[in-house]
C-alpha cells in the first residue's frame, strides 16, 4: 500500500487510542491497534499488517524548566523597568519546580507579582496557555531585590539631630527594605531627624522632617490678606511652625491670639 493513497492517508486520521500525557510515552499492543481499525472498518483485504508486536507512541511537548522559568520572569521586569526606580532589580528565587511538560502549539504566559510595585515582590505567579488556552499555573516564591546608591548614615542619628552632609554618605542599598529614601545628600541634608536613624541605614524620608522657620516665642510679621487689601502687624509665635503650617500667633497690639499660616522666616499670614 502506498503511503500517499487514499486509503493510508485515512488510515493516518484513524484513532486508535489516547495519547499520552505531553512529553511521555505509551505502549500500544499491535494486535489491539488492528483490531480496533478493523472492528471500525471491518476487514480491508489492501492492508497488509507488518511490524513489531509492540508500538511506542511518545508524545511530542514543551519543555519547562528553571532556565525558561527565570527568563519569563527577567523579562517580565525588564518590560516594567519603566515604571520602577533606576536600581539593578533582580528576582532571586527560593526553589524551582521539576520541568515539566505543556502540549505542542504557540506558547504564552502571564506573570502576576505579589506586590503591584513589583519591587519587594515574595512571588511571582506565572500562568502558561498554549494557542490561548490555560495549560498551567505555577507559583515562585523567592525574594524581589533592587540594588541602587541611596543615602545612609555615617554614624548613628539620635532624635532631633539635625542632618549635615558630614553624617551622611551615598552606599548602594536594597531598595526593596525600604519604603522613602533619598538619592542625593542634597535632598535631605538640613532636616531634622524625629525618629532615632542607626549607622549605616538608609536615611527614610519618613523619619526626618523640615526644620521649623519659625520657633516658639520669636517675633514674626503678621500679614493680614483682606479681599485683596494687605495689612501688617507684629506678633509673638506661640509655637514652631514649619513652612504652610498653621500655628498661633499673639498679636502685640491687641494681645489675641490669631491662627496664621507660616510662609517664610519671620513672617506669617492671615487670609480673612
Known amino acids: 500500500m502506498s503511503n500517499k493513497s487514499p486509503l493510508s492517508n485515512a488510515l493516518a486520521t484513524q484513532v486508535v487510542c489516547p495519547s499520552p500525557p505531553p512529553g511521555q510515552t505509551t505502549h500500544l499492543d499491535a494486535r489491539a491497534v488492528i483490531g480496533q481499525v478493523e472492528k471500525r472498518n471491518g476487514y480491508i483485504a489492501e492492508i497488509s499488517w507488518q511490524g513489531s508486536a509492540t508500538v511506542l507512541v511518545t508524545r511530542r511537548s514543551i519543555i ?19 515604571l520602577l526606580p533606576k536600581a539593578e532589580i533582580r528576582f532571586i528565587p527560593e526553589s524551582f519546580p521539576i520541568p515539566f511538560h505543556l502540549p505542542t502549539g504557540k506558547l504564552s504566559y502571564d506573570v502576576v507579582p505579589s506586590s503591584p510595585d513589583i519591587i519587594g515582590s515574595s512571588r511571582f505567579a506565572i500562568i502558561f496557555k498554549v494557542d490561548g488556552r490555560v495549560k498551567k499555573n505555577i507559583s515562585i516564591s523567592g525574594h524581589t531585590e533592587a540594588l541602587a546608591p541611596v543615602v545612609v548614615a555615617k554614624s548613628n ?28 545628600i542634597s535632598d535631605v541634608a538640613g532636616s531634622i531627624v524625629k525618629r532615632a536613624i542607626k549607622s549605616g541605614s538608609v536615611i527614610d524620608t519618613t523619619a526626618i522632617e523640615e526644620p521649623p522657620v519659625i520657633y516658639r516665642g520669636e517675633p514674626v510679621r503678621i500679614v493680614i490678606n483682606h479681599r485683596g487689601l494687605l495689612l501688617t502687624a507684629t506678633g509673638i509665635a506661640k509655637a514652631d ?32
Open 64 to 82: 519547562v524548566g528553571p532556565e525558561k522559568i527565570s527568563s519569563i520572569i527577567n523579562e517580565f521586569i525588564e518590560q516594567k523597568r519603566a
Open 157 to 184: 542619628l539620635k532624635y532631633g539631630s539635625l542632618l549635615t552632609t558630614d553624617a551622611l554618605a551615598i552606599a548602594t542599598r536594597d531598595l526593596s527594605t525600604v519604603d522613602a529614601y533619598a538619592l542625593q
Open 241 to 272: 511652625g514649619r513652612k504652610d503650617e498653621i500655628i498661633r500667633v499673639r498679636n502685640s497690639n491687641s494681645n489675641k491670639l490669631i491662627y496664621c499660616r507660616v510662609q517664610a522666616p519671620g513672617l506669617v499670614e492671615v487670609s480673612l
